[in-house]
């Protein structure tokens, strides 16, 4: 089986509304297979790394895109492929 890791950094591509105040909060990327189960039909196995704190895009530096690189170095013989998730208002 074909096996994804998603690095979620932040962005609104990672928010849902809070039902109680309609402001956007953090999506709990480790529940993503049980709240989006069109995922189930790919036959993938999907593991999610997500910052912590998330990463508002606009702080994004250097440093952070050095952190992805070395997080995907150490993890590259566990994977198949990666997805790296970020936001895009900078």
Known sequence: MTSILIIYTGGTIG?????KTGALIPFDFAQIQRNVPEL???NYHLD???FDPIIDSSNMTP???AELAQLIEKRYDDFDGFVILHGSDT
């Open 48 to 50: 999610v790394h997500s």
């Open 15 to 19: 928010m849902v509304n809070d039902p």
């Open 40 to 42: 189930e039909r790919l």
């Open 63 to 65: 440093l952070i895109w």
